[in-house]
């Protein structure tokens, strides 16, 4: 078993005509059925956009020791936002998978979050990995002036996964019947929720060897 943090992550394309206010509570109110903590039923109010013209909320209050995290809502303005990742509205719990049901997270918690939180793109993944191939990302993103792993592309698939249909045809050229067409009889669950797919290629704690060879086999099997 692998001991090191791991990081769900959830991104949404920030929209102008969607308030941070509505944004947010329709995001509570998706999550509502969920058991504490998970439903953020003792969340504070959302701050004012801070200098960062971003407005976070602390989620560490909610949970217990090993699992900590924000969520933050970016400025709404039609001459603001622009098509890059760095303007999403972004969900971030890094945790020890010791604290929790790892399985529980994936096939209960997680799709509920994705419809919940309307995000484009969802994954769980290896903190020491994500760090690891960070300076790769900004590297990549500044010779090509894409942005390779946020709206645009996906650098790294990992073990858990979801991404919408404008992301499929973006970072894959492919339609997310053909994601589920390629994919499937060859991960453990790959299918159709929201306005996209989730990609599942194991629900079980894995080595960090083994995370490491996830994308390139799904990949393979994807033919990209």
């Known amino acids: 078993m692998n001991k090191n943090k791991f990081e769900l992550s959830l991104r949404h394309r920030a929209n102008y005509k969607e308030p941070i206010d509505q944004k947010h509570q329709n995001f509570l109110k998706g999550i509502n059925d969920l058991i504490l903590p998970w439903n953020f039923k003792e969340l504070d109010e959302i701050p004012d956009i801070g200098k960062e013209l971003v407005a976070v909320i602390n989620l560490n209050k909610l949970f217990k020791k090993g699992i900590n995290g924000y969520l933050s809502y970016s400025y709404r303005d039609k001459s603001y936002l622009k098509d890059n990742a760095q303007y999403d509205d972004i969900l971030i719990l890094e945790f020890d998978p010791d604290v929790l049901d790892y399985s529980d997270l994936i096939k209960k918690i997680l799709p509920i979050f994705i419809k919940a939180f309307n995000c484009y793109r969802a994954t769980i993944q290896n903190i020491e990995i994500a760090n690891k191939d960070w ?17 645009d592309g996906v650098f790294r698939i990992n073990s858990v996964n979801y991404y919408d249909e404008e992301l499929c045809q973006r970072a894959f050229n492919l339609t997310t019947d053909q994601v589920i067409n390629r994919l499937k009889d060859e991960v453990e669950s790959v299918y159709k929720t929201a306005r996209g797919v989730v990609i599942i290629y194991s629900s079980q704690l894995l080595s960090q060897d083994d995370m490491l060879a996830i994308d390139s086999k799904i990949r393979s099997l994807l033919k990209i």
Do not use: Y
């Open 135 to 151: 300076p790769l990302i900004i590297q990549k993103c500044n010779e090509s002036g894409v942005d390779v792993d946020g709206r």
